[in-house]
């Protein structure tokens, strides 16, 4: 390549670079919000420089487990009905263990071909008198562990992602915590409300109610075989606490699960309402469940309450709404949460923590003094101790500082407080890089040799050993990419980045710069050096 477009390449890379990097920077500092598209590649802050909310979250995985154990079970009670197998009770014993009991020793036989579908993932034990207990797989409560956790941390990422949090850190720490950093969120606890909400969304056909009390529903002080009662909010005026109750089936027939869509709406009274669309299978199951109850209540349950009990009026397939007293901001909330589907688990705050924007703006001025004071240091060192050939060293860190910001700010990087480190780290490896490159002229240069000669075999012999060095540092950032969370993966992202733009500036760039400072010279007898 002709030192012409040497130089050309390294003006278009600078221009394009500083145009990503640098200048929406500037341009946001002075209130420019002009080109869109291009403020839109803005270097994006981490939490500890904007500020928000950390948080760390601890998956109750017992909860998937218990929800495991109570499908089966109810399975079970479906399948011995049908198969007319006679039996007194079938009860879960705790998360991963339920009953049956009273199946006469005649029907065991029976028994064991009905709960064949069940011992797929369930172990069965059998006492004398007629009792069964089935007993969750070992590999199957490690598998629904695992699962409640990535699908946990998948759901809430979703939910996230539509609260519109720029570059939110969703990370799995341990086997069953996440950590949930949220830069920029002033609204903490709406944030944690949609983050904790099961939204676990089910329809249930009502078989008595809405009561005050729960006595009401059950006189004789016992919920019937496949039953439950839920709470849930007063229709009318003058019920106590505003809350009634109702006994419903145990086993919904749709759930969140089946649902395609889910948005804000309006109710027939003009109130605001959700509207949901359910998927085909959704709909089928939706159509036969509606259809077989026309004139009695559907209970439409979210996270444990009923939300409102509609009078079925005919076969409903794929569209309904659900309506009571909300407002809005709920609403909207609800349809967020519904859309990104039900958390397969309850979640504990284990630790959050609040980090104000004043304290952000804080750590950038330090970052960014830090980053003056260093460059000024290493642009002293370079001009006292290699003279002018010290100035083809400044020019190509100021050079590889660009491209590190324009890389960043291309890729969607975050900047945290550690990658102002890898930054300040970054001017470092390129100053380094640059005395290895000089050290070897002025080796070659005491050996007599001509200076372009010298020039030629100081970048081509030290090449070698820049790309060994860089690439055992890249391969040190990438393990602290994989297995750092939030800050430390900043610090990496950074050290790799500059690493790259360094390997480009100290080589290409500082050959360059010192091939068009000789380009004028016909006789070149001294290099200052």
Excluded: C
Aim: proline share 4%; net charge neutral; no cysteine.
């Amino acid at each position: 390549m002709t030192l012409r477009w040497k130089v050309v390449t390294i003006l278009i890379v600078l221009v394009v670079f500083a145009g990503v990097g640098v200048y929406p920077l500037v341009a946001a500092r002075y209130g420019v919000q002009w080109p869109s598209w291009l403020m839109a590649k803005q270097l994006k802050l981490g939490l500890d420089l904007q500020g928000g909310v950390h948080l760390v979250l601890r998956v109750q995985t017992d909860t998937a487990l218990q929800l495991e154990t109570d499908r089966t079970m109810e399975r079970l009670r479906e399948l011995l009905t049908t198969g007319g197998i006679p039996y007194t009770n079938v009860t879960t014993v705790d998360a991963t263990h339920f009953r049956a009991e009273g199946v006469p020793q005649a029907q065991d036989a029976a028994f064991r071909q009905a709960a064949v579908e069940v011992q797929t993932t369930f172990d069965r034990s059998s006492v004398p008198g007629g009792t069964y207990t089935f007993t969750l797989k070992p590999n199957i409560e490690v598998t629904l562990r695992d699962e409640a956790v990535v699908q946990a941390r998948q759901t809430i990422e979703r939910r996230i992602n539509e609260l519109g949090v720029t570059e939110p850190t969703i990370a799995q720490q341990g086997a069953d915590q996440l950590i949930v950093q949220l830069p920029g969120v002033a609204d903490v606890n709406r944030a944690k409300e949609i983050i904790q909400s099961t939204g676990l969304l089910e329809f249930k056909i009502v078989e008595q109610g809405p009561a005050a009390t729960r006595e009401a529903l059950i006189p004789s002080g016992q919920v019937p075989s496949g039953m439950e009662i839920l709470p849930g909010v007063s229709a009318g005026v003058g019920e106590p606490s505003g809350t009634v109750y109702y006994l419903v089936r145990r086993v919904a027939p749709v759930t969140g699960r089946d649902l395609r869509n889910a948005r804000p709406s309006l109710d027939e009274n003009n109130q605001p309402a959700v509207s949901f669309t359910l998927n085909t299978e959704g709909g089928r199951k939706f159509g036969s469940a509606t259809g077989e109850n026309i004139g009695r209540q559907l209970a439409i349950v979210l996270d444990g309450r009923v939300q409102s009990a509609p009078r079925i009026e005919g076969r409903i397939t794929t569209d309904g709404r659900i309506y009571g007293s909300f407002t809005q901001q709920e609403v909207a909330d609800l349809s967020l949460i519904l859309r990104s589907g039900a958390l397969p688990a309850k979640m504990d705050y284990l630790e959050e923590r609040t980090i104000g924007a004043s304290l952000g703006a804080d750590s950038i001025r330090s970052g960014v003094m830090a980053s003056i004071v260093g460059l000024l240091l290493v642009v002293s060192f370079m001009l006292v101790y290699y003279k002018l050939s010290g100035v083809n060293a400044v020019v190509a860190l100021v050079f590889n500082l660009v491209i590190l910001l324009g890389l960043m700010a291309y890729i969607g990087a975050v900047m945290t407080l550690p990658g102002i480190a890898g930054f300040v780290l970054t001017m470092g490896i390129g100053v380094d890089s640059n005395v290895l490159i000089f050290e070897r002229i002025k080796e070659e240069l005491e050996a007599q040799r001509g200076v372009r000669a010298a020039l030629n075999a100081g970048f081509s012999r030290v090449f070698l050993t820049l790309v060994d060095t860089h690439l055992a540092a890249l391969i040190s950032a990438a393990f602290l990419f994989q297995f750092g969370t939030g800050p430390i993966r900043g610090f990496a992202i950074t050290l790799a980045v500059g690493l790259v733009s360094n390997l480009f500036t100290s080589t290409f760039v500082s050959k360059t710069l010192f091939e068009l400072a000789l380009a004028r010279r016909q006789q070149v007898t001294t290099l200052s050096i």
